[in-house]
């Protein structure tokens, strides 16, 4: 069964997604939309086909930010802080067209050159403050 990759592009309420086929899952030799946020990989039939081996969602992010950073960085935070504290999120991810994403143990944070925010052989990769964020780890472990 062929490969795609389907990307997410900001939408009016949601995201708005569109698929293609690709040749691996290597992220350094996909050709991302400059408007894609995030991005994610699996095998069916056809692009609109039943789903096989879907990945964790690869996000495009300058930075990930928890929420005293969120207060620090973020232009009126409130709402933002809200949603964070109400659904359990610890950290966001902001990207280069300055939206934010929750972020969480199906999320892999990669930054806008398709480089892991981390270095390393684990699991998952978030990164704040150049150290990995271990309890989201531990979470995708478990």
């Known amino acids: 069964m ?4 389907e990307y997410y592009l900001p939408g009016i309420l949601a995201a708005d997604t569109y698929c ?19 991005f994610r990989f699996y095998i069916a039939d056809t692009a609109a086909g ?6 964790k969602l690869y996000m495009l992010a300058e930075e990930v930010l928890n929420e ?14 809200w949603n ?11 990207t280069r067209r ?3 994403y929750f972020v969480n143990e199906n999320t892999i944070v990669v930054n806008a050159d398709k480089e892991l925010v981390a270095p390393g052989p684990r699991p998952i990769e978030i990164v704040a403050d150049g150290k990995v964020i ?6 995708a472990s478990a």
């Open 2 to 5: 062929p490969l795609f990759v």
């Open 84 to 94: 964070m504290r109400t659904n359990g999120y610890k950290y966001i991810a902001c």
């Open 134 to 139: 271990h309890d989201i780890i531990e979470k």
């Open 50 to 55: 039943q789903r096989h081996n879907v990945s």
């Open 98 to 100: 300055g939206t934010c």
């Open 20 to 38: 293609v086929e690709a040749q691996s899952r290597e992220i350094d030799k996909l050709s991302i939309p400059e408007r894609a946020s995030s």
């Open 68 to 81: 005293e950073q969120v207060k620090e960085k973020i232009d009126k935070p409130d709402t933002l802080l």
